[in-house]
């Protein structure tokens, strides 16, 4: 760190026995990168040190300039910066906020802001590839920081309440998941990056590591080759394909599924994941507040059972846009800091979904199940592998 150590720990140790802010009497150095003239600063990324005793936002970057004026006014920043690194290099924050969603330059910057000294919370999806998460992985570890991705919905109380409902056996032994994207015009494989690295995390949450993948990618009916590789707007690296559909072999011998299927959107609704138990089955809703519903078995009639969906605690009680979904995992990767311990939305959980869409790519090219861990770390649809 470039305040003293003991500064550092002192301020830490304060956070980790009362609040997730840290202590009024000191202060640590946050700062924000993000990109304007490519969409914006994710999903609230810039505002996330905001009304946080002992933490003070010196700065933002961003190459837009009328972004850039506009983010200082809306955050209080006292100084704007074009480039980046003339932050890191003037400024020497404490706490970086990685806030585009453009994951084309999120190693790069991660990279640079650890070796620097700071830590670090990330928009998703967290990088491009898994090799791309070793690096950032391993100066982590190196630099002894830690280092947060925004999957914020592990963190929300809906997700938790399901969480435990499950391990209580509210639905039975957990045996299937059943996954579906938002299959909107980002269909295939945009939807399984920009969407589907959230749900692949909710998978490892509630039922364990995959152990391995088969899949299928196919474009216009046909079975993707490397050739079908394209970028698209958010930058989110090599995508391809306009259909998926992947199987997960998860701990306990659950079976995960991911499906991204523009034909389904109607039926599906939604995006989310189903979990299939032994004694019932519970529906995960993924708006920007998730809902939980649990289905219970009604009676038999000539056309069938009638099965009936209630809402699991008022999960669905909560209005659209009224929660600010950084809140808890910002505080818990402060708390974290304090700690000496990984947060809750780990830079390890944002690095195991890029490594499932990676399973997904390898799958479907090879034509063959693959196992994990990926004994090959590069993009699979770079044209260099």
Request: glycine letters at 8%; charged letters at 25%.
């Amino acid at each position: 760190m470039h305040s003293s150590r003991r500064q550092f720990l002192g301020i830490t140790a304060a956070l980790a026995v009362t609040s997730p802010s840290f202590g009024a009497e000191a202060t640590l150095k946050a700062a924000v990168i993000g990109h304007t003239g490519r969409g914006d600063f994710g999903h609230g990324l810039e505002t996330i040190f905001r009304d946080r005793q002992g933490i003070r936002l010196v700065a933002v970057a961003d190459p837009d300039p009328k972004g850039r004026e506009r983010v200082i006014q809306a955050t209080g920043a006292p100084r704007g910066y074009a480039d980046w690194r003339d932050l890191l290099a003037k400024e020497k924050p404490d706490l970086v906020s990685i806030a585009m969603r453009h994951a084309d330059s999120h190693a790069e910057i991660a990279l640079a802001c650890l070796k620097s000294g700071a830590h670090l919370y990330l928009e998703k999806p967290f990088v491009r590839s898994p090799d791309e998460a070793d690096a950032v992985l391993s100066a982590a570890q190196k630099h002894q920081r830690r280092v947060a991705v925004a999957h914020t919905m592990r963190m929300t109380p809906a997700v938790r309440s399901l969480k435990v409902a499950i391990e209580n056996g509210r639905i039975g032994q957990l045996r299937e998941l059943r996954a579906y994207g938002k299959q909107d015009a980002r269909t295939g494989g945009e939807d399984m990056m920009v969407l589907g690295t959230h749900l692949f995390d909710l998978m490892r949450l509630m039922a364990g590591n995959p152990k391995w993948c088969s899949a299928q990618v196919t474009a216009g009916g046909l079975s993707i080759t490397r050739e079908h590789r394209r970028q698209v707007k958010d930058s989110v690296g090599w995508v391809a394909g306009d259909r998926v559909v992947a199987q997960f072999g998860l701990d306990h011998e659950v079976l995960a599924t991911f499906v991204s299927d523009s034909s389904l959107r109607e039926t599906i609704g939604h995006w989310g994941i189903e979990f299939l138990g032994s004694k019932g089955v519970a529906r995960l809703i993924c708006d920007l507040v998730p809902r939980v519903f649990i289905r219970t078995a009604g009676s038999w009639s000539p056309a069938g059972r009638i099965d009936e969906w209630k809402p699991l605690d008022g999960s669905e009680s909560t209005p659209q846009g009224t929660v600010d979904h950084n809140a808890a995992p910002v505080s818990d990767w402060l708390r974290a800091i304090a700690e000496n311990r990984e947060p809750e939305c780990s830079a390890q959980n944002g690095a195991a979904a890029i490594e499932m869409v990676s399973a997904v790519y390898h799958s479907s090219l090879s034509q063959k199940r693959v196992q994990f861990p990926l004994p090959m770390r590069s993009h699979p649809l770079s044209p260099t592998v």
